[in-house]
Structures are given as structure tokens and as C-alpha cells.
């Protein structure tokens, strides 16, 4: 442990803006969007005083953003973008040629949900949506951790073996506009954890085509190369982290609470902090929790081993997939389980829509559930609305 | 140790500004603590709200707030019944207030302190959060005032350290009788 003198009080936006100053990227373009815009305010900030020798281009959408940020990107130039909701949903399509086009651009999500009903608050709809994008997708618990995922989000992206976009999100409010205690390296340590790598960029001397036209012959050998890439981003991300200079704050796929529990609780982004609160102190010691740092992609392997010896499931959504069997991390967690082997009863809980956060008494009233419906002996998969219908105040 | 601390006040007096103050004085003690608004929009005269947790321990809940250690209450007319039963038994609330009042419970402690005439008397009328934060932490006595007094003067200008302690030398505690 450090001593709580080397910590500064900063919001989740605040820690991704300072981190990505540290990480002296080359090239921002954004467009202000709730409640991401903080952190491109700061950045502006940064480079309008000149603590950040970067370009910062506005823009008239996060369309014309994602997609400067790939020119600039090509163009061999360190790039960061940030956006919510409406403005990661509007840069959809791009999101797909970032990746095609193997640009290791980094992007924080604080995420929102979509309209209709338009909404400004918390959950995990907007990236949700993007999920097939190609991106290595990072969720974090506390400013602390968007610091230390943001840093090392660059070199994961940059890492010759991935060469790919990823997107750190960070929970809307609850972790973007919380101000917390977050332990921050110096400058030059930072520097030298992220040295400048030589990749395949636009030049004069060497031509090369980026984003050409793939016929019926090729395109389908593009798709495949760029999921193997994806794949080894998982791979290599144990040595990324690795070199981290700050130890407790290295990036792993997840991590889990409590090694005795017989029924686990699966969830992504700030919840899980929650959730440890509730079984911390409330002496629930028949459940584990597991806080997935990486959803894609996705750490079937790790997920197995930690759940192995438990007896049941919880699986907590923070987004819907309507007309599907399951949401998105529930399927995901079903798909691992079933390509195992393993059958486990399993919990499927859709919570914290359009910001209905989880109360204390919520995460209790979710596990007195999840005893009776995931316990021992039960099977099968059971389905609950966590919160719904109770949101009048 | 662990504290849940409300801030009510109104848009443009500061109530998010003054909960940012305090969970970094707390972090200055060696305390952890984490600050945040009400989430969505604020308006500019309206009721806003602020909250802060301290405590001994790192702080990993991020659940809304629904009931308090401590509610300090920059205005009479916003303590209404709603507040004052969302404050935990035994705990504090504490009020912008010239004059003592009753509250409808005996179980909850009042302290009042003359914020108003404090920062008019200093000649800082938009200061009535920083006058909040100087009674908060001379009655809830785990920060030392020296770090509030050194955070809010170094981004709010020296001037303003005589406001928080006078604050807190003039925060009184008013007996209840029910």
C-alpha cells in the first residue's frame, strides 16, 4: 500500500483527461456530448494552456470525429476520442472501419442510455449496441481505475500483436462525475511506459493503400485476420499490463471477491464496487463477486476458472437485447459455460436502465432471489427486472 | 469511521463545490472519501443537492444516498419534513440559520450557524458554501480545519479562510426539547 498523500481527488472524467495528457497523444477530436463532455473540456484546456502539444479538432458530430481520429490515426499520430449514447451511436458505422482499419485510437465512453425516451444518465446501452464494432472493449469501477486503464489502453492498442481501437467506459455519473482519491504516476514514468512504436501508417516514401475496396475474394480473409487480432489483444494484454509501473493498478480481466462463495455475481462497471459493499458488509459470504474489466474480448477461459466450485450464477446487465434469449453479458457468460460443459443455474438480471442506480437494499433484494433461484439444486435460467417498477419518486 | 453527508442548497450557491471541498480535506486527513451531485441538470436557483462519504476504509459503493450522517442545509426554508426524516437517528443537521429553531424530532442534533450575516460582514456574498463547509467540519471533528482552510484558499483567494473559520468558531449547537 502508498500512503493516501501521492492521491488526487478527480472524477472519472477528470482521471481519463489527466491520463490521457500523460499518455502525450498527438491528435483529439471530439464533439461534447453528457457526460463525457468534462473530459473533452479538460483536454481542450490542456492543450489551449500548452501542457499538452496536441492538435484538438472540434467538430460538427462525433461522425466527422471517429472519423478524423482515423485520418489522424493512418497518419501515424496518437489519438484519443471520447463520446456517450447518442454520439457513440452516431459514430457506428465508423467505429467498424476504425477497427478494419487496425487504428489503435483509444476512446472513453461514459456510458448513457439511448433515446427514446431520451435520457441523459447511467447504463451500458450505447456500447452495448457497438459490441460487434471489432473494439477491445474495457469497463472500469472507480476514477481510480480509468486512470490506470486509460494509460494502458494505449499500449494494448498500439501493441504490434493487436493494432486495434479500444474503448475504456466508465459508468455515466456514478463514475464519471464522482469525485474520488486516485493515485497518479509521474509524467515521465508515464512517457516511458508508453514509447512510440513504429506501425504501418500513410507515407510518401512507402505508399500504402488503407480502407481499399475488398471483393467477395478478400473481404471475408480481412474479417477473420481482424478477429484473430482481437483475440491476441487478450493475449497480449497480461504483458501490457505487466510493465505497468503501478502495480495495484495493472489491468486484468477480472477480478473476484471472495473465493469461498457458492454463487457468483457477474457484473461490469461500477455496480461491482456495490455489490462488494453489500457483501462485505452484510456477511453474504455464500457469494463471490466477479467484476469483469474485459468484455471483449471476451475472457471465457479466466471466467470459467473463477467460477470454478460455484454452484450458481448471477449475471447482472446493465442494458437490454431485446428479442434475444439473453442480454449481452448473460449470453456471453451462457455461451462460455456451454462450450465447457458446464451447466449452472443461471440468473439473469437487467438493472440500472436510463440511471436507476442500485440502492443498497436492491443488491440484498437481488441475492435473496438469487438463493432461491440459483441456490443448490436448482437449474435452469430464471430472469429479473432488478429495480423495475420501483422508480417513482 | 463512516460518514454519508447531504449538501442542500440552491443552483449557483456552490452545494457541489462545497462537497468537492470537504471529500478533499478528508483526503488531506488521510481519510478516503468520494464526492458527487445530484445527477442530471441544474438549474440556476433551484434545489440542488451534494453528497459525500468519508470514511477509514477505501470506499467502493456507489449507490445513491438515501438517508445521512450529517444534512447541512444552507437554507430555512429547504429543511422540510422530507429532510429532516431522511437524516439517521442520532445524527446531524446543519443550518443556515440567524436564530434557533425546533425540530420534529428529538433523535437528530441541530446545530445552527449565521452563514448570511458571516459572509456579508466579510463582504463575500457568494461565499455562503464556504461559510457551510467551516460549521460542517468544526461539528463533525475528524478534519482538521487547517486543510479546508488551505484548499479554499489557495483556489478561492486567502480571504476566504476567515470565512470558514468563523464558520466554525460561530456554529452553535441548539438544544432540543421534544
Known sequence: ?393 | MFLEILFLGRGGQGVVTAGRIVAEAALRAGLFSQSFPEFGPERSGAPVRSYVRISDEPISMRAPMESFDVAVVFEERLLDSAIVESVRSGGTVVLAAESARELPRGDVKLFVVGARRIIEELKKPRSLNLAMVGALCSVINVIPLKHVEDIVGRRFGEENREVVRRAAQLVVSVEQTA
Request: net charge negative.
Open chain 1, 1 to 393: 500500500m502508498y500512503s493516501l498523500a501521492s492521491y488526487r481527488l478527480m472524477t472519472g472524467n477528470e482521471a481519463a483527461a489527466f491520463a490521457v495528457k500523460q499518455a502525450d497523444v498527438d491528435f483529439i477530436s471530439a464533439y461534447p456530448i453528457t457526460p463525457q463532455t468534462i473530459i473533452v473540456e479538460r483536454l481542450s484546456e490542456y492543450v489551449s494552456s500548452g501542457e499538452l502539444d496536441a492538435e484538438f479538432v472540434p467538430v460538427e458530430s462525433e461522425h466527422s470525429a471517429i472519423s478524423a481520429c482515423i485520418g489522424a490515426s493512418l497518419a501515424g499520430a496518437r489519438v484519443f476520442t471520447s463520446t456517450s449514447s447518442q454520439g457513440l451511436a452516431l459514430m457506428h458505422e465508423v467505429l467498424y472501419i476504425a477497427s478494419g482499419m487496425r487504428c489503435p485510437i483509444v476512446m472513453a465512453v461514459a456510458n448513457r442510455a439511448l433515446s427514446a425516451p431520451l435520457n441523459i444518465h447511467g447504463d451500458h446501452s450505447d456500447i452495448m449496441g457497438s459490441r460487434d464494432a471489432g473494439w477491445v472493449l474495457i469497463f472500469c469501477e472507480n476514477p481510480q481505475e480509468v486512470y490506470d486503464y486509460t494509460i494502458q489502453a494505449f499500449r494494448l492498442a498500439e501493441h504490434p500483436e493487436a493494432l486495434l481501437p479500444v474503448a475504456v467506459n466508465l459508468d455515466g455519473f456514478t463514475v464519471s462525475h464522482s469525485s474520488e482519491p486516485v493515485s497518479v504516476l509521474e509524467d515521465d514514468v508515464v512517457r516511458s511506459y508508453l514509447p512510440r512504436r513504429e506501425r504501418p501508417r500513410l507515407e510518401f516514401e512507402e505508399p500504402a493503400s488503407f480502407g481499399v475496396f475488398a471483393l467477395p475474394t478478400h473481404y471475408f480473409e480481412f474479417k477473420v485476420e481482424q478477429e484473430k487480432a482481437l483475440r491476441r489483444a487478450g493475449e497480449v494484454l497480461e504483458e501490457v499490463a505487466a510493465a505497468y509501473p503501478n502495480s495495484q493498478g495493472r489491468l486484468v480481466k477480472l477480478s473476484k471477491f471472495n473465493d469461498e462463495g457458492k454463487i457468483a455475481v457477474i457484473c461490469l462497471g461500477g455496480t461491482a464496487g456495490t455489490v462488494r459493499h453489500v457483501l462485505k458488509n452484510y456477511g453474504m459470504k455464500d457469494f463471490s463477486l466477479v467484476s469483469l474489466k474485459l468484455f471483449s474480448p471476451f475472457p471465457s477461459e479466466e471466467l470459467l476458472d473463477a467460477l470454478n466450485g460455484v454452484e450458481g450464477v448471477v449475471v447482472m446487465d446493465r442494458a437490454t437485447s431485446p428479442g434475444a434469449p439473453l442480454p449481452p453479458l448473460a449470453s456471453n457468460v451462457a455461451a462460455s459455460l456451454y462450450e465447457a460443459g458446464v451447466r449452472l443455474p443461471l440468473l439473469s438480471v437487467v438493472y440500472g436502465l436510463g440511471g436507476r442506480e442500485p440502492t443498497l437494499k436492491m443488491i440484498v433484494e437481488m441475492l435473496d432471489k438469487a438463493r432461491e433461484k440459483v441456490g443448490k439444486g436448482r437449474t435452469g435460467v430464471s430472469r429479473m427486472y432488478l429495480g423495475y417498477g420501483g422508480g417513482e419518486k
